[in-house]
Structure formats: structure tokens, C-alpha cells
């Protein structure tokens, strides 16, 4: 696509429940990262895909937190379990992969709210 | 851990004045970047600094790796309404391929 898409655009949940987030990123780009936004605030690193290899999981904050990246392409952020600090944008971004110093292209983010 | 310091965090002054926005490690990087993030919209790339010591220009904005790349620094001159936004700072190790951020300075250039 033209660019890096997220769905919902929006999401409200009920503290508790189990929730997804979608990416589809820019067709051929082989890294893939998530980040959570609080308010106002910079981007937390969450996880990084980056083609076959095994993903860099070091800032999923807990074990309710989990990413799968199939085929290279789509990617869906899993939080279970749904608690009120869950609530920010997250955000997708990817990048072709194929050098340290790339641009990172963003989409424009998944609000959740946790009631 | 990589951390990245920037500041200040919020910033108000008015049109036509110059400002310095900073962003400090105790981490080496191979490279640094600065993206400027508008309401609604996810961050984008306004520029990458690889070498250290390096300055990079963009029309008014003025962007300086330090010589042990570990600090960068982003000064706007002459500031205009337009350049109202939250800036990040984000830097990446020759070890970890992730891009890390800062927490952002939220400039408001007032008319």
C-alpha cells in the first residue's frame, strides 16, 4: 500500500477483555516495530520484527502483551486482559530493513481506551 | 539500557525567536534522528545523523551530532507558527537494531 495502515483507528474496551491491533505495512519493507504513545508523551519501544529473525521483545511490558508477524507482512499486537494503564495510541512503523540509519515510517496510530 | 533525555520537555515562546531543544545519552549511537509528531498523526522523519560532530541544515532548523555521539541538538531560527509540534529524538546502538525515542519536547511557537 501507500503507506503503513493500523486498524482500528479507535478502540474502546471494557477493563478485562482481550483486544487486537492491526499493521499492514509497506509492501517489501522487512522491519517492522510497535511503540505505545501516553498522552503528549515520546514513544515507548514495545517489540521489532525485522525479516526471520527472531523478534527483539525486550519492551512488551508484560506477559498480557504479545506480537505475531505472519508471513513477513501483517503484524497484530495482542494485549489480554485489558487493564486502565493499557490506555495510549499505539503506533506502527516500518522501515525496508536493509540498513542501521533507515527512515522509519509511521502510521497514524491505534487509540485505546480502557474503561 | 539505552535512555535518551531530551530537553526541555514543553516549550512556549513567540514567533520569530530561536530555541535550542537538546537530547542527551550516557549511550553511544551509531545514529540519531529527529521526527516532528503533528495531533492525530504518527511521527515523521525530518532528519538522520550518522558521524559524529556532523551539523545537518533544513531551511531554519539546525541539527548537530555530538563528537562522541551521544547528544544531538536541534535549534530553530527565526520560529514561525508552523513549526508548533512534539519533536522526538531517536537513537539507535550498533547493537540493537531498535530505534529508541525520547520523550519528546513539545514546542508551541505563539503568533
Known amino acids: 500500500g501507500a503507506g503503513v495502515s493500523q486498524s482500528p483507528s479507535n478502540k474502546v474496551t471494557e477493563k478485562g477483555k482481550d483486544v487486537e491491533l492491526r499493521c499492514d505495512p509497506i509492501?517489501?519493507?522487512?522491519?517492522l516495530y510497535w511503540y505505545r504513545q501516553s498522552l503528549g508523551q515520546g514513544l515507548e519501544f514495545l517489540i521489532y520484527f525485522q525479516g526471520n529473525s527472531a523478534p527483539d521483545k525486550s519492551g512488551l511490558p508484560s506477559d498480557r502483551f504479545s506480537a505475531e508477524r505472519t508471513g513477513g507482512s501483517v503484524s497484530t499486537l495482542t494485549i489480554q486482559r485489558t487493564q486502565q494503564e493499557d490506555s495510549a495510541v499505539y503506533l506502527c512503523?516500518?522501515?525496508?530493513?536493509?540498513?542501521?540509519?533507515?527512515?522509519?515510517?509511521f502510521g497514524s496510530g491505534t487509540q485505546l481506551s480502557v474503561l | 539500557t539505552q535512555l535518551l533525555e531530551q530537553s526541555p520537555q514543553f516549550l512556549s515562546i513567540q514567533e520569530g525567536e530561536n530555541l535550542t531543544v537538546y537530547c542527551n545519552s550516557s549511550?553511544?549511537?551509531?545514529?540519531l534522528q529527529w521526527y516532528r509528531q503533528e495531533p492525530g498523526e504518527g511521527p515523521v522523519l525530518l532528519v538522520t545523523?550518522?558521524?559524529?560532530?556532523e551539523v545537518k541544515k533544513l531551511k531554519r532548523l539546525t541539527f548537530q551530532f555530538g563528537d562522541a555521539r551521544k547528544d544531538s541538538s536541534l535549534h530553530i531560527t527565526a520560529a514561525q507558527p508552523g513549526d508548533t509540534g512534539l519533536y522526538l529524538c531517536?537513537?539507535?546502538?550498533?547493537?540493537?537494531?531498535?530505534?529508541?525515542f525520547g520523550q519528546g519536547t513539545r514546542l508551541t511557537i505563539n503568533p
Open positions: 545523523v550518522v558521524t559524529g560532530g
Open positions: 531517536a537513537g539507535r546502538s550498533r547493537r540493537a537494531q531498535k530505534l529508541v
Open positions: 509492501s517489501g519493507h522487512t522491519a
Open positions: 549511550s553511544v549511537f551509531s545514529s
Open positions: 512503523a516500518s522501515s525496508p530493513g536493509r540498513m542501521s540509519n533507515e527512515k522509519l515510517f
